[in-house]
């Protein structure tokens, strides 16, 4: 259970930076788009969009590692820890490609 939390996790991070780069690098005609999570805008304002992402992506990976490797947690702590972190990440990646659907930057976007 634990492998697959850290699987899901690292591949959820990739689809929430890679849409959430998709919202945010280019203005789109009608849309103000901005990002949501306080920490991850003080970053982007701070680094830019793609530095900031890198820097949010290296963080994350080296703390799901620990998380994933460390004695200090018990397994069923950390399979929650991983739980909840996944959720919270699946919900911001449907949230970005619900945005870049209605922005039409979606490959999908023209379907109807």
Known sequence: MLRLFTVTTILLTCADHWTTYLCLHAPVDGWIVSEANPVA??????????????????????????????????????VGLLALVTIMTGY?????????????????????
């Open 41 to 78: 805008n003080w970053l982007f304002t701070r680094a830019g969009l793609a530095m900031g992402l890198l820097i949010d992506t290296v963080v994350t990976l080296v703390a799901i590692a620990f998380l994933s490797t460390t004695s200090l947690l018990g397994p069923s702590l950390k």
């Open 92 to 112: 911001a990646v449907l949230n970005n490609l619900g945005a870049i659907t209605r922005m039409g930057l979606a490959p999908w976007s023209g379907w109807a």
